[in-house]
């Protein structure tokens, strides 16, 4: 209107000189190529699983895209429905179709832990600008955290770390597009620390930047379809 601009969505501002783009506040995952992504096991075949990542469509993960040695038939031995795993997207193709790969540092599957989400929108702000914001999280919970492009994070550690972290997560998914963000989730962790905290954080912590609840398949979602 005029020489202003209006989003057609409700989301975050995100300058992209000489355009302009507005991450919306919520919606679906769109998988980009690259991305580390938390999924969970769906269905299994012979030579491949197919993983909810929270996009439109299911994604086939090959048992050569894994750093396992697989005879055809005995991917069930490695990974079952419910399992969730870390992979980074490898391709797309214009049909929407979605390759990923376990192959590759920090990704594989995980074990023990939680998994919770928060809108795909919000992980930059879970990130934080060179990590800041996860890395002050896992500082001063002692937890250790996944984060996945599409949403999903992994937590692992005590139960009173785990739900810290994920208190955290809650604040920044409800008031990331609000001023003062690092401030308030800083005080929130400062005024639930406590002295087992502060003796684990000294201790080093893996990170991964990259981690919906292990859901199962969405009834009136695609079916399984071979890689």
Do not use: C
Not at 74 to 82: D, I, N, P, S
Request: net charge negative.
């Amino acid at each position: 209107m005029g020489d202003r601009i209006f989003a057609s969505v409700l989301g975050l501002y995100q300058p992209r000189p000489p355009l302009a783009q507005v991450a919306p506040l919520n919606g679906r995952y769109i998988p980009k190529e690259g991305d580390e992504v938390i999924g969970t096991v769906v269905d299994v075949q012979g030579t491949f699983w197919l993983l909810n990542i929270g996009a439109p469509r299911w994604a086939p993960l090959h048992m050569t895209g894994t750093p396992w040695s697989i005879e055809i038939g005995e991917t069930q031995k490695y990974l079952r429905v419910g399992d969730a795993v870390l992979v980074r997207v490898e391709s797309l193709d214009p049909t929407g179709r979605i390759g990923v790969t376990m192959l590759g540092d920090g990704l594989g599957k995980l074990e023990g832990g939680t998994i919770t989400t928060v809108s795909p929108a919000k992980i930059p702000r879970v990130i934080g600008r060179a990590a800041s914001m996860i890395q002050t999280i896992t500082r001063l919970t002692g937890a250790r955290v996944a984060v996945g492009r599409n949403g999903r994070i992994w937590i692992d550690g005590p139960p009173e770390a785990i739900q810290r972290v994920a208190e955290s997560l809650r604040l920044i998914d409800d008031e990331g597009h609000r001023p003062g963000l690092t401030e308030r989730v800083e005080s929130y962790l400062a005024a639930t620390a406590s002295s087992a905290d502060l003796l684990m954080r000294s201790a080093p912590r893996s990170l991964v930047d990259a981690a919906p609840e292990r859901d199962a398949p969405d009834p009136d979602g695609p079916g399984p379809e071979e890689p």
